[in-house]
């Protein structure tokens, strides 16, 4: 019972204590609402609300193996999408996006494999049979906005959020999996995995974003990230040894956390800024790579992260 309706039975509370309590207790409901700090995602006050389609009583059939599907339209042009559905029952696996880079990331599929729903969103492979998909993207990085990019434009520089997210939402029509347990893994040309992980539209889609492991130097800055919405995703970090990515992937670390966003303390690299300042002086190699160690963190990583 609330206490500003708790009286004793016989001797009736005089009105200023009553009006005391119904003060006291509004200013403790509107401090809980309103005056809690911001905090991570995994603290906040305010419930994640599962954004997906209800999920199917059972697989869809024709999604059962390693399939592309259309899932969006960009432009008038279909967005497919290549996923790896296991036989069985899958409701409670994870799903690990990759893509955004080029053909390379579909090797991350066999480690995946068994352990998660691996979905890639990008052009096939070129010598790949039964035609390329995805063949309106490869044009893209050859254009004028190139003088932005280097070595090359990401793909997903060209394929919007809304899109990602119809993605999403076809496989959630189809597929049971973990809706609680979906992540993006960012790899190579880094950037725009973790701009679209990170927007608005996405943010409650996602349970986590790895900055993972090798980011191509030009691309490993987030710069323009957007701020943390009411369900952000947890982020990740993993990274080789020093080398000229390990700076930059130093600074994306920085400003996400200046945005407010929660970085994992389980983040893991085979450097450190003790032994490799920032900001670089001298020349560092392109690439020296990642240990064994650093692979197995963060795919651990990507298949036990959950919102809480």
């Not at 019972?1 to 309590?21: E, L, T």
């Not at 119904?22 to 994640?48: C, H, K, N, Q, Y």
């Not at 701020?227 to 995703?233: I, L």
């Amino acid at each position: 019972m609330n206490a500003r309706n708790k009286q004793a039975p016989d001797v009736p509370a005089p009105r200023s204590i009553v009006f005391i309590i119904w003060v006291a207790t509004t200013i403790l409901l509107l401090s809980s609402t309103f005056g809690a700090p911001a905090r991570a995602w995994a603290d906040s006050p305010e419930a994640w609300k599962d954004p997906y389609p209800p999920t199917p009583t059972e697989n869809d059939p024709a999604f059962v193996g390693a399939k592309w599907h259309v899932g969006s339209t960009v432009d008038g042009e279909p967005l497919e999408y290549l996923a790896e559905i296991p036989e069985g029952d899958s409701t409670a696996l994870p799903v690990i996006v990759v893509g955004g880079a080029n053909d390379d990331n579909l090797h991350l599929f066999g480690r995946l494999r068994g352990a998660a729903i691996a979905v890639y969103i990008g052009p096939s492979p070129l010598s790949g049979s039964g035609g390329v998909h995805n063949a309106w993207l490869l044009p893209k990085p050859d254009s004028p906005s190139r003088r932005e990019c280097s070595p090359a434009c990401p793909f997903w520089m060209f394929v919007p959020a809304e899109a990602i997210r119809d993605v999403l939402a076809d496989l959630a029509r189809h597929v049971r999996f973990a809706h609680d347990r979906v992540q993006m893994f960012g790899y190579s040309l880094t950037r725009y995995d973790i701009y679209r992980a990170l927007d608005p539209i996405l943010q409650p889609y996602f349970a986590g974003v790895a900055h993972g492991i090798y980011a191509e130097w030009q691309q490993a800055t987030c710069p323009d990230a957007a701020k943390p919405t009411a369900s952000p995703p947890r982020v990740f970090f993993s990274w080789g040894k020093c080398d000229q990515s390990f700076c930059v992937t130093m600074d994306c670390m920085d400003t996400l956390k200046s945005n407010g966003y929660a970085i994992d303390p389980e983040s893991k690299g085979d450097t450190t800024l003790e032994s490799c300042p920032c900001p670089e002086t001298g020349r560092r190699p392109h690439l020296l790579g990642a240990s064994t160690q650093v692979w197995d963190a963060t795919y651990q990583w990507l298949l036990s992260n959950v919102r809480k």
